[in-house]
């Protein structure tokens, strides 16, 4: 018979949605509140700790950002481009890269509490930093909607919110599996709990579910994500592997999101699988390739295969991971010249694995591509390029190549100057987008669209997203939903 417990409100998982969650219920007034944790306590906080966690928000512009950011000196700010970011624009953006999948009533909720999801942070004790900018003219460019990161990054919020939480009295539990669920889909009563010294039941009047996706299981990926999905390189914890996803469909969640679908990035080739560490300045993992559109990809067969420049990295790079993946070997090389590689912004590609040559041919040789394919690809590029356009390396600046398949639709310079630069690249998934149904106030549904009583869920777990994401929606959509989750888990008579 196993050892029974008894608290206000379970959390399941350690990551960021999962203190939001049990800030906000503590807050609302839960007296007792245990976050479980399957990672040991060294890999606790989930995909965060890999991550500069950047938020994407409705603001009005450059002077409501520096209200955020009060050490900004008044010279910073005004190098600063940084234009409004309406309530219109997000849910414009959420809407056409999901090509208009994603569930609306929960898009315009995600958009109408992006803003005061930050500024709750921020009232809890979390700090922001400003993101990387392309510096043009002595002029600092944002990109639109992604302005803002916590300091430390993503390991600098977790431990700020672990502070926060540790104060508040909620503890976290790690090495803390969770293995089912105590009642059923007419009320949901706690969880059971794996530990090394045996498992025990701890009931609760309501639980959240914070357990993340499912990519670190290469077997589901495999299942849902279609052909070449185990292959991917896990860019972030090692610890989701979809088992609580699975026991919430078992009991009756309804699924949403796109199953087939997740977010899937270009990175360094020589990366490790799982756990890939941050830069050493918390802006981003070590292992991100996200300068391509400046340069062209090929694959090993010497051959370019997407629209580099489609849009801006935002918007794109969630996706580029999965045209790397369809590519023989499931490896890339993105190709820059010595003027593209200066664009880079400050830090990108540090540390990564790269080749260098004096002329094309070299280049491909070293990289074990075939000499005259890899030239006629860069020489049928450059003739392509549209030299009656200027380039703006900030905006879209429609400076496109023109004849040739697949077209790069922005930011088509040539690539001339001497010495050429390789970065072989393969396919890292990030999070998964097929997981379950919750309406506006985090309730997980069942298949009747029914709320199930006492459950309630934010995060990776919940399915969202469709074929891409805006980038840096993932932080933002897990405050919206884990505060709303937390208040109404706290408010429920059990
Ligand atoms: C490299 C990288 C960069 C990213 N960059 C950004 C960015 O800049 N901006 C952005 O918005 N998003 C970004 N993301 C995505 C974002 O980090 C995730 O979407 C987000 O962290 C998900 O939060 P979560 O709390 O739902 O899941 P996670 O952070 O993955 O946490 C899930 C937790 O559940 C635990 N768990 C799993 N199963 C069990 C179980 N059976 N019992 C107990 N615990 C369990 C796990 O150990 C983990 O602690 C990035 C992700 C990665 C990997």
Known sequence: MSRKEK??????????????????????GAERVIMLEKAPKSEFGGNARYSHTGFRFAYDGGKEIREFLPDVSAAEFESWYMPPYTRANFLADLMRVTERRIDPELANFIVDNSNAGVRWMIEKGIRFEREKSVIVGGKNYFEPGAVIMPVGGGLGQLLAWREIADSMGIELRCDSKVTGFLGSEHCVEGVRVLTAEGEYDLTARAVICCSGGFQASAEMRARYLGPGADFMRVRGSKHNTGEVLQMLIAMGAKTAGHWQGAHETPIDAASPDGAIPLRDDGHGNSANRYEYKFGVTVNTLGQRFYDEGENKHSYTYAKTGRAVLAQPGALAHQIFDAT??????????????????????????????????????????????????????????GKSTKGITPKKSNWAVKIEK??????????????????????????????????????????????LFFHNYPGNTGQTRNVVFSRIAGREAAARNG
């Open 418 to 463: 001497s010495p050429f630069r390789a970065y072989p690249v393969t396919c890292g998934v990030t999070f998964t987008f097929g997981g379950v149904k919750i309406n506006t106030r985090a309730q997980v549904l069942n298949v009747a669209d029914k709320p199930i009583p006492g459950l309630y869920a934010s995060g990776d777990v919940i399915g």
């Open 340 to 397: 593209t590689v200066k664009l880079f912004r400050e830090g990108n590609y540090a540390g990564a694995t790269m080749h260098e040559a004096d002329t094309i041919r070299e280049l491909a040789k070293l990289i074990g591509l075939n000499p005259d394919v890899l030239a006629h690809t860069i020489d049928e590029y450059n003739a392509a390029c549209d030299e009656s356009v200027p380039f703006d390396p900030g905006n879209l600046d």
């Open 7 to 28: 608290c206000d409100i379970v959390v399941i998982g350690g990551g960021s949605a999962a203190h939001e969650a049990a800030v906000a219920a503590r807050e609302a």
